[in-house]
DNA sequence: CAAAAATGAGACATATATGTCTCATGATGA
DNA sequence: TCATCATGAGACATATATGTCTCATTTTTG
């Protein structure tokens, strides 16, 4: 069974543009192994393409956020079961970062929706013991989502396994990756 | 005493390209108050000014560094004024980062090599005690290089002076976030 | 099988970024 | 002061990405 065309085209758009920002339609039809007006069919143009990848990197985000957090007995092993979820869709997350949203006001709001909850759950965590409150909630969100970002890409240069690159991630934030001898 | 112009575009390069992959080179010479002529005059074309705007990151971030870790009693503690010292240039960082080099040997060769010191620095350190020797020396130059950037971040938010955030890059990379309740 | 929908290929027109050139102006330096 | 140089503004040509359309073919659906 052969992929939907608007899925295809979306997948190479995430992996087209990541490699390449300033990346042509003509690029992510031709990765997507799709013909260029068969993607005009879908996108109107490339706001409109940018816009439906920016909403379905948000989606993915949030379902496996959802799928990971419910129930979950601490606001800390909350955050670390979506630390791991997320670490396959960091692409996703760094697309969201570094794209301008300010056409897509939805997509905008979604996002600081979810930097706000994670926020939520790190002042949660505080209170639980996980994270030193005397540590800005500021630095503790940026360092998990770029801690995120660095599990990704070490897996994707095959230097770890998912697993392993998520648990070192999670030590990191946890107790650092001091050493014994002295 | 007004800048060179070169300085005035090389400067609003990174601004522009850094807020928006895509800007237009007729957006950057606006930036940099500066005739479109003229960014023509000094740079040929496109290409020419992102291998410009490669090298002079490149060569920022190498003084930076060389600076920084000249006379320094240990390894450890040269990562520790590197990245101190690399936080305000956090943005030429992900510049490099982001930006495909391939068009620019010298610069990709340069940064890999950037890279390679880094992860020797690191396996010293290693050996000094400073990083347990168990974590892999991949994930600890990508959590040095993604904790800069981290904190450049918090900087720029205001959420933090460049102090304070060098500091909370450090304690992280060290020995993580962990509040006092277990 | 037959109708309907989706697609690929390519022609075509358009918009926009890019690159070049000229000329008048202001700054700089001898 | 005078000469040189860099610049801004704008005209202009070109290249390229974008967007639309048609038509034959394939795929899907009923």
């Known amino acids: 069974m052969m992929k939907k065309s608007e899925t295809k085209i979306i997948e190479a758009g995430f992996s087209v543009f990541s490699a390449n920002p300033t990346a042509t339609l003509a690029d992510v039809a031709k990765e997507a192994g799709v013909g260029r007006a068969t993607l005009h069919r879908h996108y109107a143009g ?3 393409l940018m816009a439906a990848l920016a909403m379905v990197a948000m989606q ?3 379902d496996a956020i959802e799928a990971a957090t419910k129930d979950t007995p601490s606001y800390t092993e909350a955050l670390r079961l979506s ?3 997320i670490i396959p869709l960091a692409d996703r997350q760094m697309f969201l970062a570094n794209e301008p ?7 905008l709001e979604a996002y600081t929706q ?3 909850e994670t926020a939520e759950a790190v002042e949660a965590s505080k209170e639980e013991g996980g994270f030193d409150a005397a540590v800005p909630t500021a630095w503790i969100v940026q360092a998990i989502e770029t ?10 240069d095959g230097d770890a396994t998912p697993e392993e690159a998520a648990a070192l991630a999670w030590r990191t934030l946890q107790s650092g990756l001091t050493g014994g001898a002295k």
Chains 1, 2 share one sequence.
């Open 114 to 116: 979810q930097l706000d």
């Open 147 to 156: 801690l995120t970002y660095a599990a990704w890409t070490v897996v994707r």
């Open 60 to 62: 993915e985000l949030d």
């Open 101 to 107: 949203l300010d056409h897509v006001p939805e997509v």
């Open 83 to 85: 630390l791991v979820a």
């Open 46 to 48: 490339r706001e409109d």
